[in-house]
């Protein structure tokens, strides 16, 4: 899949920049380098680096399959809420997608494995790689392969050095572009964002690691997809095609800011990825309908709702989710574009809601109800 160029070693000072700018915010300020995350002295993730962290790969051909169909009885407890298909069995399909969602296994754990990283540096890796999508003007969904190839590819390894986090999530960022966008970033476009901290060979030599720690599987259901696929079946009529787009443009930007805020805290990763997008979804149509399209019960929807429900508060507070215009982008996809916002200080609000729900202040002696 790489795309090797005959200049590793050329440092991208002088790379192209992002391929498209907003029309709206076309004096936007130069995405800087995720300094919070590098080490204290710049060293090369690279043989012969001092103390190198070690990365485990693992021999072709063992892993699941892309599309193997999950065949355990919990996919069968869960009938499709998919319309009747023209071009293919809507419970093939359906089956499909949920043996996707339990092959490509997530967990918070991997944090275990890393004494060194702590869940705050994910949240600003990804965010970062949130800002560096919308620079690019790349899709939803390719923001949302890098975060689940992230999040995978940290279960597989031991003791990563945090100074290695921007390299393994602008890598899979690269990754992602290449399975998502028509038109994917150059390699030395990903380097020039990093502002030189990292070499086009060392993104190529992490790519060749993190395929191989993923055995090549690449193709998950993500949250995104899951949230789209639910927002369609939930706004479509009974004469209405699956394929064609039927919701407004604007609800699933909104809709698509809370998840984006959700993902970006280590605990939603307690969660499958249906079950996230049932839950965001809940919040703004309803419980019942979040049911009917997701197949999903009340009880496993309703525990992350809860979790979601401060999520939800800080959007309100600070959310701006509005629908925007792109250079090169037809207005019927602009919703599918990733944007960014400043996420890190609804986190901030979110951790700040969480321990004073942790700790709640006793009411005064004259509030409290007297029994007799």
Same mark, same amino acid.
């Given at each position: 899949?790489?795309?090797?160029?005959?200049?590793?070693?050329?440092?991208?000072?002088?790379?192209?920049?992002?391929?498209?700018?907003?029309?709206?915010?076309?004096?936007?300020?130069?995405?800087?380098?995720?300094?919070?995350?590098?080490?204290?002295?710049?060293?090369?993730?690279?043989?012969?680096?001092?103390?190198?962290?070690?990365?485990?790969?693992?021999?072709?051909?063992?892993?699941?399959?892309? &599309?193997?169909?999950? @065949?355990?009885?919990?996919?069968?407890?869960?009938?499709?809420?998919?319309?009747?298909?023209?071009?293919?069995?809507?419970?093939?399909?359906?089956?499909?997608?949920?043996?996707?969602?339990?092959?490509?296994?997530?967990?918070?754990?991997?944090?275990?494995?890393?004494?060194?990283?702590?869940?705050?540096?994910?949240?600003?890796?990804?965010?970062?790689?949130?800002?560096?999508?919308?620079? %690019?003007?790349?899709?939803?969904?390719?923001?949302?392969?890098?975060?689940?190839?992230?999040?995978?590819?940290?279960?597989?390894?031991?003791?990563?050095?945090?100074?290695?986090?921007?390299?393994?999530?602008?890598?899979?960022?690269?990754?992602?572009?290449?399975?998502?966008?028509?038109?994917?970033?150059?390699?030395?476009?990903?380097?020039?964002?990093?502002?030189?901290?990292?070499?086009?060979?060392?993104?190529?030599?992490?790519?060749?690691?993190?395929?191989?720690?993923?055995?090549?599987?690449?193709?998950?259901?993500?949250?995104?997809?899951?949230?789209?696929?639910?927002?369609?079946?939930?706004?479509?009529?009974? &004469?209405?095609?699956?394929?064609?787009?039927?919701?407004?443009?604007?609800?699933?930007?909104?809709?698509?800011?809370?998840?984006?805020?959700?993902?970006?805290?280590?605990?939603?990763?307690?969660?499958?990825?249906?079950?996230?997008?049932?839950?965001?979804?809940?919040?703004?149509?309803?419980?019942?309908?979040?049911?009917?399209?997701?197949?999903?019960?009340?009880?496993?929807?309703?525990?992350?709702?809860?979790?979601?429900?401060?999520?939800?508060?800080?959007?309100?507070?600070?959310?701006?989710?509005?629908?925007? &215009?792109?250079?090169?982008?037809?207005?019927?996809?602009?919703?599918?574009?990733?944007?960014? @916002?400043? %996420?890190?200080?609804?986190?901030? &609000?979110?951790?700040?809601?969480?321990?004073?729900?942790?700790?709640? @202040?006793?009411?005064?002696?004259?509030?409290?109800?007297?029994?007799?």
């Amino acid at each position: 899949m790489s795309r090797r160029s005959g200049r590793l070693l050329k440092r991208t000072e002088n790379a192209p920049g992002p391929k498209g700018k907003v029309t709206k915010q076309s004096n936007r300020k130069k995405i800087q380098p995720l300094s919070k995350l590098q080490c204290e002295q710049n060293q090369l993730i690279l043989e012969g680096a001092a103390k190198p962290c070690v990365l485990e790969t693992f021999e072709k051909g063992v892993g699941v399959d892309c &599309d193997a169909v999950l @065949t355990s009885p919990s996919s069968l407890i869960r009938p499709s809420p998919l319309p009747h298909l023209g071009w293919g069995s809507p419970e093939d399909v359906w089956l499909k997608m949920v043996g996707r969602e339990q092959n490509y296994r997530h967990s918070k754990s991997f944090m275990q494995k890393h004494p060194t990283i702590q869940p705050r540096m994910r949240s600003i890796l990804l965010d970062w790689l949130i800002e560096v999508s919308e620079a %690019y003007t790349l899709h939803r969904q390719t923001f949302y392969l890098a975060q689940d190839y992230f999040d995978r590819f940290m279960l597989t390894q031991n003791n990563i050095e945090k100074g290695m986090l921007q390299l393994i999530g602008i890598t899979c960022l690269f990754i992602a572009a290449k399975m998502e966008e028509a038109s994917p970033p150059k390699l030395s476009q990903m380097a020039y964002m990093t502002a030189g901290t990292y070499y086009e060979e060392e993104i190529i030599q992490m790519e060749i690691i993190i395929l191989k720690a993923l055995h090549w599987n690449l193709c998950p259901e993500t949250a995104v997809s899951w949230l789209k696929l639910y927002f369609q079946m939930a706004s479509m009529n009974s &004469d209405s095609d699956l394929l064609q787009p039927q919701f407004p443009q604007e609800a699933y930007v909104k809709m698509a800011l809370l998840l984006d805020l959700c993902i970006l805290n280590i605990n939603s990763l307690d969660f499958e990825y249906c079950v996230l997008a049932a839950s965001v979804l809940s919040h703004f149509i309803g419980l019942k309908t979040a049911e009917k399209v997701s197949g999903l019960s009340k009880d496993i929807i309703q525990l992350c709702v809860n979790w979601m429900a401060p999520f939800v508060e800080s959007v309100g507070l600070f959310g701006r989710a509005t629908l925007r &215009d792109f250079v090169g982008i037809k207005k019927e996809d602009r919703h599918n574009i990733q944007t960014h @916002t400043d %996420y890190l200080t609804m986190l901030e &609000d979110v951790s700040q809601k969480e321990v004073n729900r942790q700790f709640l @202040t006793p009411p005064n002696s004259t509030e409290k109800t007297c029994t007799r």
